[in-house]
């Protein structure tokens, strides 16, 4: 009864962590998946193409000013035509 309690509620779940990893444990449709591990951070960083290249992007960089958008000090006013009702 306490199982099918608990597979009802995800919020009792979470008071029984242990009991949550022993049903994983004993899943059979689990057991069948894919384990495959990736690790992402362990592959080398991908640099640019090329020095030049990495050259030219850090000169842009450094060049580039970035305004603020510059703003209407008039307020908005729209005209609606004549009422149709």
Excluded: W
Excluded at 17 to 41: K, N, W, Y
Excluded at 66 to 75: A, I, R
């Amino acid at each position: 009864m306490r199982t099918a309690t608990t597979a009802g509620n995800p919020f009792a779940l979470m008071m029984d962590p242990a009991g949550v990893r022993e049903m994983i444990d004993r899943s059979e449709e689990l057991s069948r998946l894919s384990q495959r591990q990736c690790h992402p951070l362990d592959r080398a960083v991908i640099r640019s193409a090329s020095a030049e290249l990495a050259a030219y992007d850090a000169k842009i960089d450094r060049t580039t000013v970035y305004l603020p958008p510059e703003e209407d000090s008039t307020p908005v006013v729209r005209s609606f035509p004549e009422s149709v009702n």
